[in-house]
């Protein structure tokens, strides 16, 4: 079980006052694509590895934080996500196929796992999806207090050096480009809302101008290093389709969401979808 009271940046109080406990598991609530009896559900036929966010650090931390006399948080979240990886390959030593999918803030280590699949299990095609974490930035304020000092994330992840920078000197977009120079058949791709107002709200202090802005600077960024990013933005302010039926009445210009990740997922990427 976890929960705890905080504040996030947009002064929500309940940002982590939830609680997750095995009953409530996805298998609990087969809907979304963890509905895997449905003839169009594109992971139908796949295992679920399910790791619950519930550190309050993005899959990245490996740190305490003392916040106060009676409450000190365990930021562990890369721990748990590495045990993930430990039971992905102990149980499935020989998986062709991975998709490493993240929601929101759960989204944003997901390269990075997705890096660390490819390194365990070299013959498997493996693909990322980011949902609804491209509006983070590369914020050098972000990136010391929140990533650095409060996660310890930077002291976490694996130091994929590449043309000079250590992770040390990663913000959160540069995790697909050091992801996809150290495992360069990695698939890489993102889902957002255009205008979802709790995806980025964490950050929402580091983000100059709108959310879209922000999310086609970043995918900018990220192509013009050399990495191929699929995406499918849809248009307006939805949040959590991952999880629900209406995964499968998104379609944006006529294609389909289902349709479009069964196309990333098979080896023939699908061109880029917007509204």
């Known amino acids: 079980m976890c929960g705890f009271e905080s504040t996030d940046s947009a002064g929500e109080n309940d940002f982590y006052n ?14 979304g694509f963890f509905d895997l009896s449905r003839a169009d559900n594109p992971f139908r036929g796949y295992s679920i590895v399910y790791v619950s966010s519930c550190t309050g650090d993005a899959h990245l931390g490996n740190a305490a934080q003392k916040l106060s006399p009676t409450l000190t948080v365990q930021h562990r979240g890369y721990v748990n996500g590495t045990a993930a ?7 499935y030593p020989n998986a062709t196929e991975v998709v490493v999918i993240g929601k929101t803030a759960g989204s944003i280590a997901a390269p990075i796992y997705g ?10 095609r493996v693909t990322v999806l980011g949902g609804q974490s491209g509006a983070w930035p590369d914020n050098p304020d972000l990136n010391t207090t929140v990533l650095d000092k409060a996660w310890g994330a930077y002291a976490a992840v694996p130091a994929w050096a590449v043309n000079g920078l250590a992770a040390r000197d990663w913000g959160v977009p540069r ?20 205008a979802d107002p709790h995806a980025a709200s964490e950050v929402a202090a ?12 970043n995918e900018t960024a990220i192509e013009a290093a050399g990495v191929t990013m699929h995406s499918y933005t849809a248009p307006g302010d939805g949040h959590g389709v991952f999880e629900s039926d209406d995964f499968y009445d998104l379609d944006v210009g006529d294609v389909r969401l289902p349709d479009w990740l069964k196309q990333l997922i098979s080896g023939n990427p699908p061109s880029d979808v917007r509204p």
């Open 18 to 31: 939830w609680s997750q406990e095995s009953a409530e598991a996805p298998a609990d609530h087969q809907a």
């Open 85 to 91: 990886l430990d039971y992905l390959t102990k149980h």
């Open 115 to 124: 890096g660390l699949v490819a390194d365990r299990l070299p013959h498997a």
């Open 175 to 194: 995790f697909w480009v050091q992801a996809a120079r150290h495992a360069p058949r990695l698939v890489l791709a993102r889902f957002d809302y255009a």
């Open 206 to 217: 580091w983000i100059p101008g709108s959310l879209t802005a922000m999310v086609d600077a």
